[in-house]
């Protein structure tokens, strides 16, 4: 089976067929950089990140551009009330951002554009549109008309055309309450660029059509983002780009939201869960296992226990691999399993591949159980490779060094666990095998086994 992806604008899951062989490109849409990243707003980052790595796995060369927004009514808005300025309140956050992207194993974007650094680019696509009669100036303002686009509008989203409210504010110069913001006009104490309608900063659709087809081209495989961006955001990078003689995306992927009881996370409502204050509950490979195992389209519905659950579920694939690794050395990459490959196939289908992952583990446990090293080895191989695919392989060197559990606490448990393995071996040594024997159950009460081997005895945490 070859790669199929729910495209969204055609409402059903297409094979994926690379507009160039080999070449995979795609834009995801980024921050607006606003604040402090919550879970909601780093789940898309983490979506195109395993599709990333899955197309790279099965040998495409993928150019994956994902944008930030660095200019915005809600940055100016809270800059003034922060009594700082627009720019060092958007980089501050663009800094936030990166980081947690970089915390949760993001895989660095080919490029990282800001909206502010594209003006040019802008102002040729009003030209164009201009040119072709789908955008007029009004007063400093340049509008979209979607009248004159026609009823290609709402293919995306499913819009009717007697529907459509784009949530702006209305203006004199507007024709049509349809239209929608190309160009907003100067106003004072905000930051403007000069253009041939006079002074303003771009509207917030604009700037993704500009970006995406400056570094992709005109026409390019996937534009990416949450759910709540097809309309009316990306509805209307649509209809600009194809009004303006571009092919742009040939397939449009949405992630679902992550939801608290019930509604979005959201900071307008106040119910968000920063990624500093859920790096405090988890480690940053357990956070990602999280958001990553439900598929990219399911809601996830945030809870503590949940949480809970997987950071438990996580450290029993870490701790077979690290048991692995401890008895028989280190543990190389294998091959994924076929079944594991079927899932990704299947629109990113990261529930079942994670099934196959602990399948693997539940055989390589058996195996060092029975004594069998190299079927052990065998399966842990292929664990890293599927978990790497998904960005979650613990013992690649960024979640190695994490350790599993925090460095000082890890270092004094081995201290104290080699101290009584010590006293163990003595009282073994003179035959004093009650006193070994309550040493090792007082170990494995604390969740610590121990097994004894001809190279001397191995601890390891018990799963769970």
Known sequence: MSLHLHDTATRTTREFHPRCRGVASIYVCGATVQGVPHVGHVRSGLNFDVLRRWLRHTGHDVRLVRNV??????????????????????????????????????LPPSALPRATGHIGQMIELIQRLIDQGAAYAAGGDVY?????????????????????????????????????????AAKPGEPSWPTPWGGGRPGWHLECSAMATYYLGSEFDIHGGGLDLVFPHHENELAQSTAAGDGFARYWLHNAWVTMSGEKMSKSLGNTLTIPSVLQRARAAEVRYYLVTPHYRSTIEFSEEALAEAVSTYRRIES???????????????????????????????????????????????????GDDAGARAAAASVRTMTDVLGLDPLSPQWAEDGGADDAARRALAELVEGLLEQRQKARAERDFGTADQIRDRLLASGVAVEDTPDGPLWTLKDG
């Not at 009330?81 to 627009?86: F, K, L, N, S």
Request: aromatic share 10%.
């Open 144 to 184: 979209f008309s979607v009248a004159a686009y026609g009823e290609q509008y709402g293919r995306l989203s499913g819009q009717r055309m007697d529907e459509v409210q784009q949530g702006e504010t209305g203006t004199a110069g507007k024709r049509d309450p349809r239209d929608f913001t190309l160009w907003k």
């Open 320 to 370: 077979f691999l690290r048991r692995v690794a401890q008895r028989t050395g280190e543990v190389e990459h294998g091959e994924v399993r076929p079944e594991f490959a079927a899932a990704l196939d299947d629109d990113l289908s990261t529930p079942q591949a994670i099934a196959v992952v602990h399948n693997a583990v539940r055989e390589g446990n058996a195996a060092l159980d029975g």
């Open 69 to 106: 927004t660095d200019i915005d009514d809600k940055i100016i808005t809270k800059a003034a009330e922060a009594g700082r300025p627009w720019w060092e309140w958007a980089a501050t956050h663009e800094r936030a951002f990166e980081q947690a992207y970089d915390q949760l194993g993001c």
